[in-house]
């Protein structure tokens, strides 16, 4: 869960204010404060890399440390990645207690079978299981940590002007920034619309993302926008420095200013607001 503190004002002497979302506190749910923390961070891991980590007491960081591991040894299977110091019997534990991975009997096998650097399974176990795991990831040099709405703003910012900027440079722009084909791209206005983007008559859009299949009415006016896919807007509609979500749809003659809205949401027409968030 994520829980915005506002700033104190500068020259006032005011107490940060926490916002708490009106359904979350209807659904009874339980919200305990921490003062002690600070940006933290959200680990998940699957039972058996936690049961590593305890382990493999030489695994001190995430990024340094085990993310190579579990690329290089994705492949060899569990055992491998626990190593051969692990005793095998704990390993065995281990991976028979973990039903998120995937098991290959080694029934079918008679000779000797050597992991890379850690166990050896002869064919008197040959009733264990080989439990294999893949490693999903895109490696790159550099990336945005984003942890609230005015960070995440700011990284859409930057990830459209690199791609307006590369346009016509494909050979220099990296992978991860390209966009789908039937993208239409606005070099000048440094926005992106992605295929199945539908505009009205009229419309101005400036640094903005428009996502998959929305539609957007006439005479509309989006400045520093980010809108998911498949929402709707309707005519008039004035919007600047939102975030709109997923499947929206945002009646006729409507102005937001610094406003989320969730996905799903349903605004009637006329609505005006700033600085909130819709859900």
Not at 18 to 40: E, M, N, Q, Y
Not at 139 to 152: K, M
Request: glycine share 6%.
């Amino acid at each position: 869960m994520k829980i915005d503190v506002q700033d104190i004002t500068e020259g006032l002497a005011e107490t940060p204010k926490l916002a708490l979302p009106k359904p979350r506190i209807r659904a009874g749910a339980v919200t305990r404060v921490r003062t002690d923390w600070s940006d933290v961070h959200v680990y998940i891991f699957s039972p058996w890399v936690r049961r590593l980590l305890v382990e493999r007491k030489s695994l001190i960081t995430v990024q340094g440390d085990l993310l190579p591991l579990l690329v290089s040894r994705q492949f060899d299977g569990v055992a491998a990645t626990f190593g051969s110091k692990v005793e095998e019997k704990l390993v065995q534990e281990i991976m028979c207690s973990s039903p998120d991975l995937t098991a290959r009997d080694l029934a079918a096998r008679d000779t000797e079978h050597n992991f890379r650097g850690s166990l050896t399974i002869r064919p008197s176990t040959l009733n264990t299981f080989v439990k294999e795991y893949a490693v999903l990831a895109h490696l790159q040099d550099e990336a945005i940590r984003t942890h609230t709405i005015a960070s995440y703003m700011f990284a859409s910012r930057e990830i459209v002007t690199r791609v307006t900027a590369a346009e016509g440079s494909a050979n220099n722009m990296n992978s991860c920034l390209q966009v789908p084909q039937k993208s239409f791209i606005r070099s000048n206005f440094q926005t992106i619309l992605l295929p199945g983007a539908n505009l009205g008559d009229k419309v101005t859009l400036r640094s903005t993302m428009v996502g998959r299949n929305c539609k957007i009415g006439n005479k509309c006016r989006l400045n520093n926008v980010i809108i998911m896919d498949n929402a709707t807007l309707g005519d008039n509609v004035v919007l600047q420095n939102s975030i709109i979500g997923p499947s929206c749809t945002i009646g006729n003659n409507c102005s937001l200013n610094d406003c989320q809205m969730a996905s799903g949401f349903e605004m009637s027409s006329g609505e005006k607001a700033k600085g909130e968030t819709f859900s």
